[in-house]
């Protein structure tokens, strides 16, 4: 586990390096919880699969104890310095991460200069109010990206769009199956031409 700092406190990485990788994905946990969420083990356990390095990182407010999630401006912040601290130079970078961390890998997309963005159950709204959409997120991204989405969630459903697919899987906000989420993600990595 390395401790890194950035601008809001240390940041944790769990790093998983391949041996001669073909591209890095690094991945971020939602607003309550943390790197070992069902889905970013599936999601890690396919790109390690698929021969890719892996980095699952945990934000300066979880490694500080507090379950509150810290302000976008200072989620994006740490998320961009501990990327830049990782050893993946030379390596086609994919963002990502579930609920919170994929906005933050959506919001970042470009200033990390990701190849390719993953996102875990995209919070589309918070429940009960689609009028708060954050759909512009996920339009912003301008590499290719793969949502992977509980049918019924509650947090809605992103249409695809001309860069991004969405594979519905069964299932809430919680994607519990590891299993399923490593078979889609799996596929999509080895199709793309970055990894």
């Known amino acids: ?22 591209a890095a994905l690094v991945l971020g946990h939602g ?15 396919a790109a390690r699969d698929a021969g890719l390095s892996v980095a699952l990182v945990e934000q300066p407010y979880r490694v500080a104890g507090r379950r509150s999630p810290a302000p976008a401006a200072q989620l994006d912040a740490a998320w961009v310095s501990v990327v830049a601290q990782l050893p993946f130079e030379g390596l086609a970078l994919i963002a990502g991460g579930r609920s919170s961390g994929a906005r933050v890998a959506c ?9 390719a963005v993953l ?11 689609p009028e708060k959409s954050r759909l512009d997120e996920l339009d912003a991204v301008e590499v290719p990206t793969l949502v992977v989405q509980g049918e019924r969630d509650p947090f809605g459903l992103p249409p695809p769009g001309p860069r991004r697919t969405v594979v519905t899987v069964a299932g809430t906000h919680s994607l519990r199956s590891s299993g399923t989420i490593a078979a889609v993600v799996f596929d999509w990595l080895t199709s793309l031409s970055v990894a």
């Open 119 to 129: 996102c875990l159950a995209f919070p589309v709204h918070p429940p009960g109010r």
């Open 1 to 22: 586990m390395l401790e890194l700092e950035t601008p809001h406190g240390i940041a944790r990485v769990r790093l998983e390096q391949a041996e001669s990788p073909s």
């Open 107 to 115: 919001r970042t997309a470009a200033e990390v200069g990701a190849s």
């Open 31 to 45: 607003a309550g919880g943390g790197i070992d969420s069902p889905d970013l083990k599936g999601a890690a356990g």
